[in-house]
């Protein structure tokens, strides 16, 4: 369901029922789940994807007061001081090939985003990301709170496709995981919804997902198996001498 532009949420029975109650039924709908919540997960799901050519394009002045760079593993300690985020974790992901952008404001890192081109897993519905050789997998992303909403987000996107669409990639993905129902987000040109759902998934069981998965999206036991790396064209060798051009006979 599609409304000015806007993708509306998927339908979830827990979504539809707090909405449509009230009162004191809501309050024992809210107490119910959360009864319940030792037992089983509920959220939602979405998964959003872009591709690296066609690239945000913020207000000039918005885009002009950002700095947007790769950040080192020698310089974690200022993300992890920035965004609260643990440093051996940030280390951890520097170690598995996972990259780091940042967005400053003068000497301040207002906004981070990490990708990852490995299998990456999401805890709350069970899955694992599996992006192809050619494709990135985005998580992590915050934004200090004073620079919320001054386009410091889609700055860091624009200067990552640029750098990675020349390294050869190609496309990006992106999950949202929340309650239900997940806010509406717009949909263009610049990033497409591919699949909002819902799950539920108990302790120790199968999750179930209101939808069928789609790529990069894996249950744990279809997990791809990684593509072979591609070999370079194997040139011939000019032939040194006359000797080697042809033999005596």
Known sequence: ????????????????????????Q??????????????????ALRLVGWEMGVSPQAPAPA??????????????ATVSKAFDRPLGELHRRSRLGDRCFCAFAGAV?????????????????????????????AYDLATAGPWRGKHAGWATRRQMDLILSAEGLRRGFL???????????????????????????????????????????YEISAIPAPEPARQPPQRKRAPRNFAERRPLT
């Open 26 to 43: 809501a309050q024992a709908l809210d107490a119910a789940r959360r009864l319940l919540r030792p037992l089983a997960n509920f959220g």
């Open 1 to 24: 369901m599609r409304t000015s532009g806007i993708r509306i949420s998927a339908f979830s029975p827990y979504g539809w029922l707090r909405r449509e109650l009230r009162g004191p």
């Open 109 to 137: 890192p207002v906004h981070m985003r990490w990708f990852s081109r490995r299998p990456t897993e999401l805890p709350e519905p069970n899955l694992f990301a599996c992006p192809a050789s050619d494709e990135i997998f």
């Open 175 to 217: 999950c949202h995981t929340g309650s239900l129902p997940l806010p509406p987000i717009p949909e263009g040109p610049l990033q497409k919804v591919l699949l909002d759902c819902w799950f539920v998934r108990s302790r120790g069981g199968r999750p179930f997902h209101s939808r069928k998965l789609v790529h990069p999206l």
């Open 63 to 76: 885009a002009a007061q950002f700095l947007v760079r790769e950040m080192a593993p020698s310089e974690l």
